[in-house]
Nanobody, 126 residues
Framework: VQLQASGGGLVQTGGSLRLSCAAS????????MAWFRQAPGKERMFVAS???????DYADSVKGRFTISRDSAKNTVTLQMNSLKPEDTAVYYC?????????????????????WGQGTQVTVSS
């Protein structure tokens, strides 16, 4: 299983970015997939997840601004980020729980995920 994250960059406050996670070795629609982020000097934190059931969950800090989705044809998971704020600045990681064994309440924990991508930097300037 390999995950390749892309789409990061530098954007001004209020702007948008679209992150993509290309998966190989498994099928995203049959896995639990998630995005986490890690800001400098801070722990890695949950951002959003999509279960194999299509249930989505979001961190409170990104609700209403970020949208996670998956494309079965391309075997990718996307994180659309709108209304970006300086506090969204971080390295963003995609992760996979496959086979999908985690219950709904555990989806926000790093320990639920077996595979991680390399990360992509998102910088939001004020």
């Amino acid at each position: 299983v390999q995950l390749q994250a892309s789409g990061g960059g530098l954007v001004q406050t209020g702007g948008s970015l679209r992150l993509s996670c290309a998966a190989s070795g498994h099928t995203v629609s049959r896995a639990n997939m998630a995005w986490f982020r890690q800001a400098p000097g801070k722990e890695r934190m949950f951002v959003a997840s999509v279960k194999w059931t299509a249930r989505t969950d979001y961190a409170d800090s990104v609700k209403g601004r970020f949208t996670i989705s998956r494309d079965s044809a391309k075997n990718t998971v996307t994180l659309q980020m709108n209304s970006l704020k300086p506090e969204d600045t971080a390295v963003y990681y995609c992760a996979a729980d496959t086979p999908p064994v985690t219950v709904d309440s555990g989806m926000m924990s790093e320990r639920a995920y077996d595979y991680w991508g390399q990360g992509t930097q998102v910088t939001v300037s004020s």
